[in-house]
């Protein structure tokens, strides 16, 4: 079972929403299910993701090199991926992690839209929570 928060849903569609007709290709990160609010159900240690890297369409590097060189690896975990006119799978010019999401038209969450895939492209189960991560705050200097 892969856990993500509703929130992260939400944001990733409209961005998927706002490219359309091009996609979207960004990174995703976890936060421990113990340091969330709502996620009492889930072991204090399970991963749930919450947090996305804004994506940089205009990084010639990444382009040419397929490297995201502006996000540590260590830090994603997963992966977003939308496919405007594509079926929702994992396909073979997709870049990969341990855990893709994809989506499709009409950017809804629903199972025919909206999916969790590893890295062989074998379909995960996913559960959307209502559950918050804790408030960051930036610190002062």
Do not use: C, K
């Amino acid at each position: 079972m892969v856990y993500v928060t509703r929130a992260l849903v939400s944001v990733l569609l409209d961005l998927a929403d706002d490219a359309d007709p091009d996609d979207v290709n960004t990174g995703l990160s976890v936060t421990p299910a113990g340091e969330l609010t709502g996620a009492d159900e889930l072991d204090p240690e399970t991963p749930v993701f919450t947090d996305f890297f804004l994506p940089d369409p205009g990084n010639s590097v990444n382009a040419v090199f397929g490297v995201d060189l502006s996000t540590p690896a260590r830090q994603i975990q997963g992966r977003f991926l939308s496919h405007p006119v594509g079926e929702l799978r994992v396909t073979e010019r997709d870049d990969l992690a341990q855990v893709v999401f994809v989506a499709v038209p009409p950017w809804e969450p629903e199972d025919d839209s909206f999916g969790a895939f590893d890295r062989a492209g074998s379909r995960l189960s996913v559960e959307i929570l209502d559950a918050e991560p804790p408030e960051e705050r930036l610190s002062e200097p």
